[in-house]
């Protein structure tokens, strides 16, 4: 997959889309502002297929659809953490942005690793160090909607539309 980008505790939406740059639904734009007050060298850093990791309480804050819009398009391929704020983790669903729980693999990676995660089986590999770790393998409509992009190109594909 990629190398991994760790964070603390309480990331919240604030330091993912700082509020006075929230002016914009355009993802490459969002992408530009991903985290650029709290870690400015993010944006021009991150590489396709990087993963996020944290601790606990990702996502906290307010209800902006964006965090998780600027994580994906700045071409983060999953988040793992110890825990998700509620409504981070449903709108990282709705966007199409895979995220795990697994306190042992939060514990056991480190800054710029280089790790491995298999979605279906909830498998984590730690590719610097050799250690697998486990999450909760996400449900198999989880994985449609991820694989799909989100949910409204899940949804257009089934024709559920209204």
Do not use: H
């Amino acid at each position: 997959m990629g190398k991994t980008w760790k964070f603390g505790s309480d990331i919240n939406t604030d330091l993912i889309t700082p509020g006075r740059y929230n002016l914009t639904t355009d993802k490459k734009e969002l992408a530009r502002i991903c985290f650029i007050e709290f870690k400015p060298e993010f944006a021009k850093q991150v590489k396709e297929n990087d993963v996020i990791v944290a601790d606990e309480n990702f996502g906290s804050g307010s209800s902006r659809e964006t965090a998780p819009i600027a994580i994906k398009a700045s071409g983060i391929k999953c988040v793992i953490a110890k825990s998700i704020a509620r409504i981070f983790y449903r709108n990282a669903i709705n966007i199409g942005l895979p995220v795990l729980i697994s306190k042992e693999a939060v514990d056991g990676i480190n800054d710029k690793d280089d790790v491995e995660v298999d979605l279906e089986k909830g498998l984590i590999k730690n590719k610097t160090t050799g250690k697998e770790f486990s999450s909760e393998p996400l449900p198999e409509f989880l994985l449609e909607i991820f694989n799909e992009g989100g949910i409204i190109n899940y949804l257009n594909k089934r024709k559920f539309n209204a």
